[in-house]
Structure formats: structure tokens, C-alpha cells
């Protein structure tokens, strides 16, 4: 089974927990979730017990996620090798589905612990943890796999997992006393007089205000880390009281959809960060079918035929196999066209092939025992009503047709799930085959693109900016229109936007005052008389509407519709969604020589001539690690940070899963399997020389005690990782100066831009990150894509973006991202360099453009990242431009500087 790797996005997500869980360590979860996320920690029912959230929209690989945090927080919170971790899921299906992978050889998900826990991972189902001997618990990882619905319950007594159980006995019997004291304080962990009377075995009354045998206890007494797949579904008090019974360490919630106010969301994935990636098809392109449903089906099977044909030919282009299929959504029994109406219908009217239909309902089992995958099979059109199975996956849904009203449909967006996600998680040659399809049967102009908005922001975990660049008219479709009118009609030859979205305003009275507004207008709907408003709302508008409105919670639903509104609008007129193109920017290439050929100049080109002396004073010593005794304490200091260890016994420690007892040559092996990712470029025997010589400066020359490295022996895996790191940095930017920037004379490189391979912005491919896109009031008229990332409402670097949105020699621009591919990089000796700004100029000139504040200017990185923009725009024989922007340099204000620039 081919390995996942993970995407950027999640490697970011997984990030921030490993940094959460390292600032709680240090000073609690309430003040290291206030510094990483601005704002203000939920404690709730687990007090000082970490529970923070990972927001991942639908389609974005949750499950992936979770297995990589499971060894992330057994390192950066527990700083164990021998987790036990207990992984909730909403029902029974998914469990099943769930624990397949985990106890699959070779499935991504199992290899994402088993890479660095050994294929002696134990992974189980509540039914079996008694089964896993007691020596086990401690020197394997662990991993439950069980519903939420199994330890919540009013009565205690009613489920298994807190019954008294004989077979927990070994397990029980050989825990000391102290260790159980723990439990006294749990829900119904303790077997009381009432416990006791009621048993009619009389087993109980030997046990009266002891822990039970159970298994809930015996999970307690692990101080799990819990994970919460859905973790929406358990804000209550019943799920409160279940995870408190578990003694949690740790919990980690993932959910598209949290519950404000009762959730710590850590880190929230955008639309545009899952598009990047390849892991959804965006955009929805949205055909609304006001004629009816026989309209709406029509269309999504003549967009299934297309779709297939571009399939053809992208297989032949070496793309893979791919066979589109719709899903239809079919109205009710009792009404016009139930599922095997629907079925009779494009069997005997569109006269498609049976075989190529079939009907998935509760009665209905059509896709049973069906690989939609397999190019033999020859299913391209699926039926049902309410909702698929769940676990279920169409990795070929490509178009959504659903004939029921979308304002009111049931589980559509699980259909609509199925749809965006990629096929493969690739994206594929044929452009028409990275986007997804709706069909809809919508009786009103722009209600059924309003009510896929809904779906998308309140079901799927998506958000108003999110659906800026997430819906696309037909008018997009790269084959024409096939059909169907939809929500922003086709561009006229010469018009520079497309007609303006418009949003009706049920509970808005049409007052003279907003009448007077531009774009405002009364229309009659169903016989009542309905406030109409297209084009962009402004806030003197927003609050004219507002001022009609009475109630906060009913003012605030006013807000979302116009924050709504406002992101369908962007949509509609930025370049990227009107499909003009960006011109391309070349990359950055050496040659060694004047006649050897060009290569792309790239950090690691760089770091194949740099040499390391790794037995050196200065490579063994760390100079972040610290180990300090007072009394029966010993404080480990890592980059500042402190941590306290009591002394402990080596036979304490399991170092092998085992091993009786710890030798430094134990703890070397422990370091080289833990830091072999980090340390891939060496050798084993250079990697544990190297770290022999570590350990032995730590043991003799600092007089550290080996019982203490062993204990923090994950913070001694950091601080090397993190020294060598800085020792790469060093060596690297001495060769980078003397081979990119010249200094090395006769041996330097020769430099120039590659224009055969240029960085291109591609429309629908802006991975901004929720957590720092722009959501300010003032709108930018020239930027490239509909959302903004990383800019604050307010400041120095908004005021350059908006006078390079003004400026009369810009075409468009874009806020440039600080991540490849999507952003536009050049190389330095630390990785890449991402300007602030890049500009299209009207003459076909790329500018790129760095704003830098004044404390900053003398920073020696700073100045290596200004050499290089300079050499780039130096070389491009006047094609390119670079421009180191400051709010006043050499007596220039920041306007004269862009011009100056730009000129």
C-alpha cells in the first residue's frame, strides 16, 4: 500500500499541537493556548487536563492526522515510548472502519505508528484489552479503538466497560496501592454499599470502597491520551462525565464543525489550503435548473458524459484511470421522483444503461459488494435519498444532482463530502477534472448558490471566506454551457465582470434610506415583497439593514448573511475567478561554468558542498541543554525553557522495551531510531559516533547522571536535533555567500533566471490559512485571488497593500503565500525567501515586492534575502523588478519608493 505523506497543511496542524503540548508542559494549558491562538482557553469539565481541537474540513484526512498525533503527544506531553491511547468514533461503522486500518500491515495509518513504535504496536477493541498481559501495558503502545456511545451512559452499571470483571484480576492484583489511589477520585470508579447490596454474585462485597475490576478503571489508571474523532457530537454532559472517567492525559479533539464557546480550536484548515494540496476538487461549479428537476438531471448526465471523455483522454495522457460518477439525491417516497422512479426515468427516457445505475437506500443495497473503482465495474450514476453508509467512499463522485430543495435537504452535504473529495489526492491534467459539479433544482435566481453556502459554512466546516473561491458559475465550465442557467450568467464580449450576485433579505424592510443604495431593490418572491441587495454590502449599508433588526442573536444572523453575500461577490470579480492569467515569474537557476547547464538553485544545491565536523568541541557541546541537581530534584533546561524530574530507578525506565537496565550505549541506540529522520543525510555509524560523543560530554564533562538523560531523554533528542540544525545553518550560509552571492570569487556560481521554468499563480490554488486571512472592511479591487492571506486590518504592511492595489501600473497582485508550490519563493541559505507582494504590471513586468519594518533592516538574514531579490531582478534583462520597501528610506515616503520601483 503506497505511504501517505503528509500534506503541508497538516504538517502545520501537527506542528502547533507539538508546540501546544510542549508550552503546557512549561506553564499549563490555559496560558500556552492563550500564546499560541489569541485567545482566551475553555477549561470546561477537564480543568487542567489539556482538550484542544484541530478544525479539518470535510475531505482534509483527519483520520491521518490522528494516528501521526498519537506518537506526537506520547514525545511532547507524556514523553513516553509506550503509549496507551484511546481513540473515540461516532458510531459503529466508522469504528469497524477505523481499526481495519490501524490493524492493517502497511496501511498508512498503522505505518504512522508502527514507524515508530515496531510491529509490536497493539492496536484492540474494548472487548480485547483484558487479553493484552499486564507486563505489556507500559513496554507497548496501545491504541482502543471504541465508540463514544461505550462509556457514555447515565447508569454505569448499564455498560460493560465499568463492570466489575474478573478477567481484569491479573492486571488489578499486580498494580501497587498508591498507583490506584488515582481512581478514588473518578466517576463511579469505586465499588460502594449500594454497588454491593444490589449484586446478586455477592463478588462485590469484599470490594466495598476499593476500584473496580474494570476496564474503564484499568483504561483510567494508563492516564490515556483520548482521541475525539467528531468531537461536535460529545459537548455534553453525559460525554463530559464519560471522558472524565477515563483519567485522560490528554485529549485532542478533531471536528469540521466545533461548537463555539465549548471548543479550544488550535489550528483551523481552509478551503484553499485542502485545494492546494490536491485533497478536494474545487471549484463547485453551480448550474441551477429553474425549469425543474428533469432539467437538473439532464444536466448532470450530460456533465458526466463530458467529464468522461476528458477522462479518456487524460488517461491516455498517462494521468490514470478515472470513471466520473453522479450522485443523485432523489426525493422521498410519496413525492414525484422517489429512487426507482428516477432509475425507470434514465433508463426509459435518457435510455442509459442499467448497469450503469444503482440505488442506494436503507432498503436498497446496490452498492454492496461493488469496487467502484475497478475500471471492469460500470457504475456511473448512484441514487439515494438520505444518506449513504458511512464509511462509504466514491473516489470517482464527481457531480452532485440533487432534486430536492437544497435550503431543506437532509445529509447533502455528505453526498456534496463525496463529490469534493480528489480522486486519489492527485490533481490531473485535464482542468475540467479538478473541479466538482453540482446540478440543482432551484426555483429562485441565486437561492440554491446561498443555500450550497449554507451547507458548505454550518455542515462541512467551511467558513464565508472559505466560499469565496469554493463556488464557480457554469458559465466556468471549460467546454461552454451545457445547459441550465446559473447563478452568475456568461461574461458579454468586452465586460471586465460578471452580472452581480444577489441575496434576499427576508426579515429587512426596504426603508427610502436603503432604496437609496446603490445595488438595493425590492422584487416580488412567492407574492411578498422581499429586500434584494446585489454587489458588494458596505458597512453604512450593513448597518442600515441592522438597524431594523431586534435581538443580538437575530442582528447576528444578519452578519453571517452578509458575510456571505460579500464572499459570493468576491468571488465573482477577482482576475482568478474571472480566469485571466498572471504572469509567469522565473525561478532562480546556476551553472557552474559558462557552458554546463542550468540547475535549479535550491538550499540543498548548497548544502552538498557544505562538510561538518561532527566531533568537534562545538558540535558535541549543547549549549540550550542544561541539567542542574537541588536535593532529590534535577532541572532540565531546554532553549530556556525548564522542566523538574525526581530521581528515579534505571529498572524504572525500560529503555528497549524491556531491558532491565540502562547503559549509555542504550541510550545512543534510543537517540539514532529517534533521530533518524532529522539525521537522515548520515550514516548510522556517523549518526551514533556522533551521538556517543553527545552522551559522553553530558555523562563526563557536565557530570549529568545517566538515570536523568534517560528520563529526559526526549528533551535531549530536541536539543541535539535543534543544535545541528543551527550547525547547518552556520555552514550553509558561509557556502551560500561565497557560491550564490558572489564572495567566493573564480568559484562562484553564475546565477540567472530560469524562464523555462517559471513559478505560475494558478487560479483556485491559494492555500490561505483561516487563521491569518484578511477580514477587514476595506475591499482590495485588484488582488489576483478572492481572500487575502496573512494581513491584518490595520498597519504598515496594509497600507503598502492597498497603495500597490492603487497604483495605476498594476494589473493585479497577489499577497504572496509563504509555502511552496502555491507561493512564489526565492532560494537563501535557510530554505526560501517569500516576498510580501508580487505584482503584474500593466506592460507584462513581475514585480516583487518586501515590506520591512525599520527594526529589522540590519538583520543579516535580512540583508542576504535583500542580495538575492536584487540578483534576481538584476538578471532578468529588465523583465523583473525588486523593490526592499521601508515607510521612509533615503528621505522617500513609501509611495515615491513603489514608484521609483514600478517606474
Not at 274 to 279: F, S, V
Request: hydrophobic residues 45%.
Amino acid at each position: 500500500m503506497t505511504p501517505i505523506s503528509l500534506k503541508k497543511y497538516q504538517e502545520q496542524a501537527l506542528d502547533s499541537l507539538a508546540a501546544f503540548a510542549r508550552a503546557a508542559r512549561d506553564k499549563g494549558p490555559a496560558r500556552a493556548f492563550g500564546a499560541l491562538a489569541g485567545r482566551p482557553y475553555q477549561a470546561g469539565a477537564f480543568g487542567e487536563v489539556p482538550c484542544v481541537c484541530l478544525r479539518i474540513p470535510t475531505g482534509g484526512g483527519k483520520t491521518v492526522m490522528a494516528a501521526h498525533a498519537v506518537p506526537l503527544l506520547a514525545r511532547e506531553w507524556r514523553a513516553t515510548d509506550a503509549p496507551v491511547a484511546v481513540w473515540l468514533v461516532p458510531s459503529d461503522a466508522i469504528r469497524q472502519q477505523t481499526l481495519k486500518a490501524l490493524q492493517t500491515l502497511g496501511h498508512p495509518y498503522r505505518a504512522a505508528l508502527a514507524d515508530v513504535y515496531g510491529e509490536g504496536l497493539q492496536v484492540c477493541t474494548i472487548d480485547d484489552v483484558a487479553q493484552i498481559a499486564p507486563p505489556d501495558w507500559g513496554r507497548c503502545a496501545v491504541v482502543v479503538v471504541a465508540t463514544i456511545q461505550s462509556f457514555r451512559i447515565e447508569d454505569a452499571g448499564q455498560r460493560n466497560v465499568y463492570s466489575f470483571s474478573e478477567r481484569f484480576e491479573p492486571h488489578f492484583k499486580g498494580t501497587h496501592e498508591r498507583d490506584l489511589a488515582c481512581l478514588q477520585a473518578l466517576p463511579d470508579a469505586v465499588v460502594t454499599a449500594q454497588d454491593a447490596a444490589q449484586d446478586a454474585s455477592g463478588v462485590l462485597a469484599g470490594f466495598v470502597g476499593q476500584p473496580r475490576w474494570s476496564l474503564a478503571n484499568w483504561l483510567a489508571l494508563q492516564s490515556p491520551i483520548v482521541i475525539v474523532d467528531e468531537a461536535h457530537n460529545t459537548k455534553t454532559d453525559k460525554s463530559f462525565t464519560a471522558l472524565q472517567r477515563l483519567n485522560p492525559s490528554f485529549i485532542l479533539e478533531l471536528t469540521a464543525t466545533p461548537i463555539a464557546g465549548k471548543t479550544n480550536v488550535l489550528y483551523h484548515v481552509s478551503a484553499q489550503e485542502l485545494a492546494g494540496e490536491d485533497m478536494v476538487k474545487l471549484p463547485i461549479v453551480l448550474a441551477e435548473h429553474p425549469e425543474g428537476w428533469p432539467a437538473a438531471v439532464f444536466g448532470a448526465v450530460q456533465t458526466q458524459r463530458k467529464l468522461e471523455a476528458e477522462a479518456l483522454k487524460d488517461e491516455a495522457d498517462g494521468q490514470g484511470y478515472v470513471r466520473p460518477i453522479v450522485l443523485f439525491q432523489a426525493q422521498n417516497l410519496g413525492e414525484e421522483m422517489p429512487p426507482e422512479a428516477l432509475r425507470r426515468y434514465l433508463i426509459d427516457e435518457l435510455k442509459l444503461p442499467d448497469n450503469q445505475i444503482v440505488v442506494a437506500t436503507g432498503t436498497a443495497r446496490g452498492l454492496d459488494d461493488i469496487d467502484l473503482a475497478a475500471p471492469s465495474c460500470p457504475v456511473r450514476f448512484v441514487i439515494t435519498v438520505q444518506a449513504l453508509r458511512e464509511g462509504w467512499d466514491c473516489p470517482f463522485a464527481y457531480v452532485l444532482c440533487s432534486l430536492q430543495k437544497l435550503s431543506s435537504a437532509t445529509a447533502v452535504e455528505q453526498l456534496l463530502g463525496r463529490v469534493l473529495r480528489m480522486p486519489h489526492a492527485r490533481r490531473r491534467g485535464r482542468e475540467a477534472l479538478n473541479r466538482a459539479y453540482a446540478h440543482v433544482w432551484a426555483t429562485e435566481f441565486s437561492a440554491a448558490a446561498h443555500a450550497l453556502a449554507d451547507r458548505l459554512i454550518h455542515h462541512m466546516g467551511f467558513e464565508a471566506l472559505d466560499v469565496a473561491s469554493m463556488l464557480a458559475p457554469q458559465s466556468s465550465l471549460p467546454w461552454g454551457d451545457d445547459g441550465g442557467g446559473a447563478f452568475m450568467p456568461n461574461l458579454s464580449p468586452g465586460q471586465s465582470h460578471p452580472a452581480l450576485v444577489a441575496t434576499y433579505f427576508e426579515a429587512i424592510a426596504a426603508t427610502p434610506e436603503l432604496l437609496a443604495v446603490s445595488g438595493v431593490q425590492v422584487q416580488t418572491i412567492a407574492g411578498q415583497p422581499q429586500l434584494v441587495v446585489a454587489g458588494h454590502i458596505g458597512q453604512d449599508t450593513e448597518a442600515l439593514m441592522l438597524a431594523q433588526v431586534r435581538g443580538a442573536k437575530k442582528q447576528e444572523q444578519v452578519r453571517e448573511q452578509v458575510a456571505q453575500h460579500n464572499a459570493l461577490v468576491a468571488a465573482s470579480v477577482a482576475p482568478a475567478s474571472r480566469g485571466l492569467p498572471f504572469a509567469p515569474l522565473p525561478t532562480l537557476g546556476y551553472r557552474t561554468n559558462a557552458q554546463a547547464p542550468l540547475w535549479p538553485l535550491e538550499r540543498e544545491a548548497v548544502l552538498e558542498a557544505v562538510a561538518l565536523d561532527l566531533l568537534s568541541p562545538q558540535a558535541v557541546q549543547l549549549p540550550g541543554f542544561t541539567v542542574a541537581q537541588v536535593a532529590e530534584v534535577f532541572e532540565i533546561g531546554v532553549q530556556d525553557a525548564r522542566i523538574t524530574l525526581r530521581t528515579a530507578d534505571a529498572t524504572q525506565m525500560p529503555m528497549d522495551y524491556g531491558s532491565s537496565a540502562i547503559t549509555a550505549e542504550d541510550l545512543v541506540r534510543w537517540l539514532d531510531q529517534s533521530l533518524f529522520k532529522p539525521l537522515h543525510s548520515w550514516t548510522q555509524a556517523q549518526r551514533r559516533a556522533y551521538l556517543a560523543a553527545v552522551v559522553n560530554h553530558q555523562l563526563h564533562a557536565c557530570g549529568a547522571p545517566l538515570v536523568v538523560l534517560a528520563q529526559a531523554r526526549f528533551q535531549l533528542a530536541r536539543a541535539i536535533e535543534s543544535h545541528v540544525a543551527d550547525l547547518h545553518d552556520a555552514a550553509t550560509r558561509r557556502a551560500f555567500q561565497q557560491q550564490v552571492l558572489g564572495q567566493g570569487g573564480d568559484q562562484a556560481w553564475l546565477v540567472e533566471p530560469d524562464w523555462a521554468h517559471p513559478h505560475v499563480f494558478t487560479p483556485g490554488r491559494y492555500p490561505a490559512p483561516v487563521a491569518s486571512r484578511y477580514g477587514g472592511r476595506y475591499q482590495f479591487g485588484k488582488h489576483y485571488f478572492p481572500v487575502l492571506a496573512d494581513l491584518k486590518d490595520g498597519g504598515q504592511e496594509f497600507q503598502c497593500a492597498q497603495l500597490i492595489d492603487h497604483h495605476p501600473q498594476v494589473r493585479h497582485w497577489v499577497r504572496n503565500l509563504d509555502t511552496a508550490p502555491c507561493g512564489f519563493g526565492l532560494p537563501t541559505s535557510r530554505g526560501r525567501f517569500y516576498a510580501d507582494f508580487v505584482a503584474e504590471l500593466l506592460d507584462g513586468r513581475v514585480a516583487v515586492l518586501e515590506f520591512k519594518g525599520a527594526h529589522l533592516q540590519n538583520d543579516p538574514y535580512e540583508i542576504e534575502k535583500r542580495q538575492v531579490g536584487e540578483l534576481w531582478a538584476e538578471t532578468s534583462q529588465g523583465r523583473a523588478l525588486f523593490g526592499w520597501l521601508t515607510m521612509v528610506q533615503d528621505g522617500k515616503s513609501l509611495a515615491q519608493q513603489l514608484d521609483a520601483v514600478l517606474a
